[in-house]
T-cell receptor, first 112, second 114 residues
Framework: GENVEQHPSTLSVQEGDSAVIKCTYS??????FPWYKQELGKRPQLIID?????GEKKDQRIAVTLNKTAKHFSLHITETQPEDSAVYFC???????????FGKGTTLSVSS | EAGVTQFPSHSVIEKGQTVTLRCDPI?????LYWYRRVMGKEIKFLLH????????ESGMPNNRFLAERTGGTYSTLKVQPAELEDSGVYFC????????????FGPGTRLTVL
């Protein structure tokens, strides 16, 4: 079945720096890749997603890139702020089903 | 608009006992999903309902887990009998129909089996 690998597991940056989280997936039929942010004690919330017919998508300080050939996608956060501190999960959904297959998560810490 | 709600928020039970978790999806969402996160690991898919029908239950770990969605509204997930390895956070999510629709997550139920 589908497998999603996520790196790094923890990431510490200074406020204002950029942060990059990378994920790879195994099923070439995957066509939808969302990113969720989970702040401490709160529910996972979708922050950005990308479909397989698009290579890049931006939303203010957040961007996601997708390389279908290499089967990897990345989350880029620029000008990080302390409120960006959270656990970030990447996920992939294949064409056959609606289940999301998640990576193990990246704990991002932004220090001021 | 109310989001996905789950009850209880925490549950502590002993091995061998039974626990029932409840999820109320966003009104109008036909799709309802259960996921589980064991500490430090990925959020893992358990099953998917479309209205009251089980669309995909390939992620259910074993027959100690029973999910229902009578009437196509709220859903329950029962664990009977609970084992130590069942501990974790159980998330429910819901979405509208359609391949690219966002899955909205509930706050989760933290289950601890002693």
């Amino acid at each position: 079945g589908e497998n999603v690998e996520q790196h790094p597991s923890t990431l510490s940056v200074q406020e204002g720096d950029s942060a990059v989280i990378k994920c790879t997936y195994s099923d070439s039929a995957s066509n939808y890749f969302p990113w969720y942010k989970q702040e401490l004690g709160k529910r996972p919330q979708l922050i950005i997603d990308i479909r397989s017919n698009v290579g890049e998508k931006k939303d203010q300080r957040i961007a996601v890139t997708l390389n279908k050939t290499a089967k990897h996608f990345s989350l880029h956060i620029t000008e990080t702020q302390p409120e960006d501190s959270a656990v970030y999960f990447c996920a992939a959904r294949n064409q056959a089903g609606t289940a999301l297959i998640f990576g193990k998560g990246t704990t991002l810490s932004v220090s001021s | 608009e109310a989001g996905v709600t789950q009850f209880p928020s925490h549950s502590v039970i002993e091995k061998g006992q039974t626990v029932t978790l409840r999820c109320d999806p966003i009104s109008g969402h036909d799709n309802l999903y259960w996921y589980r996160r064991v500490m430090g690991k990925e959020i893992k898919f358990l099953l998917h309902f479309v209205k009251e029908s089980k669309q995909d239950e390939s992620g259910m770990p074993n027959n100690r887990f029973l999910a229902e969605r009578t009437g196509g509204t709220y859903s329950t997930l029962k664990v009977q009998p609970a084992e130590l390895e069942d501990s974790g956070v159980y998330f429910c999510a819901s979405s509208l129909g359609g391949r690219y629709n966002e899955q909205f997550f509930g706050p989760g139920t933290r289950l601890t089996v002693l």
